[in-house]
Every structure is written in C-alpha cells, then in structure tokens.
C-alpha cells in the first residue's frame, strides 16, 4: 500500500496512521540518506565554520590519548572492578541525584539541597551545551571495550564528561560546606567525610577511563567545569539566595526567563544526541526547585533557620518510622507524578501545537518532528533517561543485585559520532595499504606531498599489542607495524594517524566517495553500510517531548520542595507550623 507523503517534507499527512508514518521514515532514510552519511566530511557539513575549527583543534588530542585509555584499561581489566565500576557509575547518574536530591529537602537540609541542584543542574546544563556545541566523539572502539549498565549513555558525544563534572562538583561543594566556620561536625567524623568525599570523585573519573566512556581530556576538562560550578557556588550562593528569598516575585519569575532563554539557544548537534534531553530534564528542576522555595518560604510552614524555605524535620522527635516513612511516601509521589503527566501531555499537547504552528511559532530544533506531521505519539515511548518509569525499577534494582549479568561490553560502534570515526579510520587504513605506489608516481612528477595532507585520521600512534590481540577486541585489517617512543619500548602497530587540519576542508589525500573510482566508491559504500548498520537508529522524536520533559521535571523540583513538604503536614508526618 502506498505511504501517503507530505511532498514539501517528504513525510507522511497528518491522516496517516502511526504504521504508515513509521514506514515513511525508514524509507526516506534508506532512499535519502543525510548528506553527511555520503562522505568523509559530515561535521564540516553540518556545523557552522567556528564549531568546525574548534572540534578540529580538540579532537587530535582525543584520538592521540586512546592508546593511552587502551592501555590503561587492558592493564586494569578484571571482572571485579568490570562490576565495581559499572555498579559506581550509576552514582554519578542524573536518575540517582534526581531520587537523592529530594531526601535532603524533606529531611531538612534545604541549604545543602539547594546548592547542590544549583552545581548540578548548571554542570548537566553546560557540559550538555558543550557536547553539542562541539560534537566531540567518545574514545574509538575497538581498541577500547565499552563497559556500561545503561547501553544508551553511549549515545551522547563524549566530551566532556559529565559524570566527572557532577562528582567533581559535588566533592568540592562538599569539602568547602565542612571546611567552612559555621560546621559544627566533630573533627573526626569531618575528616573521614572528607576522605570518603575524595574517593568517591576519584572512584567516578578512573572509572569513566577504565569502561572505555571517555579519554583523559573529558575527565581533565568535566572536572574543571565542575569545579568551576562549585567555586561560584561557594563565593556567590549567599548572595543569590538572598536576591530570591527577599526579592518579589519578580526575582522567580525572572530567573526562570533566563532559563528558557538559555533552553532555547542550545546548539544543535551534527547527529541525534540525547544531551539536549537531560538539559532540559535538569532546567525544569532548577525552575520548580526556586518557584517552590520562594513560595513555600512565604507560607507558615516553613522555616527560617538556617536558610528560608527549610523544611522542619527533627529525628528525636519525628522518629525512624515517620521519616522513612515520608521518604517512601515522597518518593513515590514524585513517580507518581512522573507516570500520569508524561502520557497525558504527549496525548493533549500535540492538538494544541498544531494551532500554535498555524501562527508560524514552531520549535526549530533538528531531530524533532512537528506536530503537523504526525497524528499522536505512540504509548508507551521511552522518552526519558533520566528518572525511570515506576515499571522499571524492579529491573533497575535486579541490575544492581546481580552486575555482571545486566552489565554490558560493547565493541565497535554504538552512535553517529562512533560510526563517523570507524569510518574515517577504516578508510585511513585502506589508503595506507595502496599509498606506496601512489608516492613513487608522484616522486617520478616531482611532486611531493605534504605531512599535512598525507594525514588523515590522529596522531594516536596505535594500540599495544596485546590490546590487539585481546580475544574480545576484532582483529584490526591492513594495519603497518612502525617502532614509537611510547612508555616501556612497547612495538605498536602504526594504526593511527593525526588529521592536523583545522582549515575546515578534508587533506587532499581524503576523497569523498564521489571523487574516487567505481571501485572504491562501491567499497566505500559497502564499508559504510557494515559500519552504520552495527549504530542503533535513533527513534522518531516529537515536538511535544521537549515541553512535556520542561514540564514534567519543573513538577518534580516543586514537589520535592514544597509540595510534599506541605502533603507530609496534612497526613501528619511533619512537625506542625
């Protein structure tokens, strides 16, 4: 049966049922592919020239530290730190602040709350801004093994690290809070805090090098951003607090503009990246968490000491009983809230855009289909990385009892970026293999070629051997053996080169598909389809979603600072006005 098409878009009409629009969209794709896909040169194609130059400055250094990684990691591999590490990362997680976070308001440490959603939400912001405004790729694999609990991790770019920006910035927070004159923790318990704090950050960034998820310059430059964050905290927090909490309405109200304003000037990624998601996941916090507290800090429940809008909790008073049960209980209104808004505004937000988008107000971002394209959002659509479905949680703590059988261990390819690096290194190689005679024809002419152009992937001079010969890793084709300077004398195979090119066009040595032979564009091509067909395709993503997530998560940061708080007081689990 025929797909009926948009013509303009070359998408389905808005009377096609959901099959026929998921079918339009696969053939498009298979009879349209994106530009990018057709040659060596897809970033300079899909970003502006300043974001270009910038990824070509950085990503030589990325691709001359992924022996290094491999190294490390093949010296370190064990099947018990494979589970400490994979097990550890999820406390760097966005899904464990989001359930963490809320405990500390109903338990009355509204100070300490507050700056850490403020250092978090900014570093999930900014190094999400940062993955797409450079579309930096994750270390290659193989040479490295990718060991993770949450295969959808390796979907995002790779630098920065954001599991190192978010421990960096809670430790230094931390440190700073129990160095600061107004603790009063006795000196011992300060010090094994403080030692506990330091393992722990050390424990995230190692193991983001030992799973192969990223290379030393995304832990080097996550950890700064995440310092940086906490400093500013640390300095300036007082004082943005006070703005806040004595301003009128217009201090929230103006807060939450910059937001959006800042939601809305998020750079578009070259390829589908979920970055953008949990930004906008840790926006909407940052919103519901300062709207909730100016107005909670306004009612007569709250209270004053230390800061505004603390929620009243006392242990000797409340007892173990109450105040686990008001965790639970919070807990699950949060999910609550979670399982009934999502569904509901992905089915009633789209009729509503539809008439916003007759007025020409649309959501421009790449990767989203508007809501005049498709007829509604199919049920039960995996939207969210953040906070898992209530369904999920039984999975979820399965995963944690038994790590080794629901941790995974990838190599090759997973993402966009991946199979763009594989390609471009595979076509390296099969260049290498045929460039001796191509030299002697050219040194006959007199013509000699230039180190730049003669470099077409990294300066990363290879893999050690045994990495190579690991069982687990496939064999790497046509690779030349060369003698390097690296540590202890190792004889690596010369598999990588540096692309020094930072002018924004590919070295003459690297010919797109459509300047090569018959031959090799159909290798090529053939090369190219092995390599995208081991990349998970992205799914359909909606207009609706990015409102349904701002909005979903803004009710998440009220709930977890005033609207529990006041439901904890009405079923008498609170301390009374």
């Known amino acids: 049966m025929a797909i009926p098409f948009d013509k303009k878009h070359q998408l389905p009409v808005q009377d096609a049922t959901e099959q026929d629009y998921t079918a339009a969209i696969e053939t498009v794709r298979a009879i349209k592919p994106d530009a990018g896909l057709r040659s060596l040169d897809h970033y300079k194609i899909k970003l502006p020239s300043l974001r270009y130059a910038a990824r070509q400055t950085l990503i030589p250094l990325i691709r001359w530290e992924t022996p290094y990684v491999a190294k490390l990691q093949n010296a370190l591999r064990s099947p018990v730190l494979d589970s400490y590490f994979s097990i550890t990362a999820n406390l760097g997680t966005h899904t464990f602040f989001m ?18 959603v403020h250092v978090l939400a900014s570093g999930v912001f900014f190094s999400g801004i940062m993955k797409d405004l450079l579309c930096l790729p994750r270390p290659l694999s193989p040479p490295l093994s990718r060991i993770s609990m949450s295969p959808s991790v390796s979907l995002e770019y790779g630098f920065p690290s954001t599991h190192s920006t978010n421990a960096v910035s809670v430790v230094v927070y931390a440190v700073f809070l129990l160095r600061s004159a107004s603790s009063d923790i006795n000196s011992t318990l300060k010090a094994t805090l403080e030692i506990a704090s330091y393992l722990y950050a050390s424990s995230i960034i190692l193991g983001r090098l030992y799973c192969g998820m990223h290379g030393f310059l995304d832990v080097l430059i996550g950890g700064i951003l995440g310092a940086l964050l906490s400093v500013l905290q640390c300095l300036y927090g007082g004082d943005f607090d006070n703005f806040m909490f004595r301003g009128s309405a217009m201090a929230p109200l103006l807060l939450i503009s910059i937001i959006l304003v800042l939601v809305r000037i998020h750079p578009e990624p070259a390829d589908d990246c979920p970055c953008f998601d949990d930004s906008i996941a840790f926006a909407g916090v940052m919103i519901g968490v300062e709207a909730g507290n100016w107005h909670f800090a306004r009612t007569g429940y709250a209270s004053n000491i230390p800061v505004p809008a603390t929620v009243p909790f006392d242990l000797v008073v409340m007892g173990w009983s109450k105040t686990i049960a008001r965790i639970l209980i919070g807990v699950v209104v949060i999910l609550g809230w979670r399982e009934v808004m999502k569904p509901a505004l992905l089915r009633y937000l789209p009729p509503l855009f539809r008439v916003v988008e007759n007025f020409g107000l649309t959501l421009p971002r790449k990767f989203f289909i508007q809501a005049s394209m498709y007829t509604k959002v199919p049920k ?126 590919l070295p003459n040595s690297v010919h797109p598909p459509e300047r090569r032979s018959s031959e090799d564009r159909r290798e090529f091509e053939k090369e190219r389809r092995e390599i995208f067909s081991q990349v998970e395709q992205p799914r359909v993503r909606y207009d609706v979603e990015v409102i349904t997530k701002l909005i979903v998560y803004t009710g998440i940061g009220w709930l977890a600072v005033e609207g529990n708080p006041l439901l904890f007081e009405y079923i008498n689990l609170g301390l009374g006005t």
């Open 99 to 116: 359930i963490f976070l809320p405990i500390l308001f109903w338990c009355g440490y509204t100070d300490l709350g507050r700056g850490l």
């Open 380 to 505: 039960n659509l995996k939207t969210d990385s953040v906070l898992p479905p209530i369904s999920e949680i039984p999975s979820l703590i399965t995963s944690l009892r038994h790590p080794r059988k629901h941790r995974s261990v990838s190599v090759g390819p997973q993402s966009a970026a991946d199979a763009y690096e594989a390609l471009a290194f595979h076509d390296r190689q099969r260049r290498e293999s045929n460039s001796s005679a191509s030299r002697k024809r050219q040194m006959a002419r007199g013509q000699r070629s230039s180190d730049n152009t003669d470099s077409a992937y990294c300066t990363i001079k290879a893999v050690s051997s045994n990495v190579l010969s690991d069982p687990r890793i496939p064999a790497l084709p046509n690779c030349t053996t060369s003698q390097t300077n690296l540590p202890n004398g190792l004889t690596l195979p010369d598999v990588f080169l540096d692309d020094t090119s930072t002018s924004g066009t």
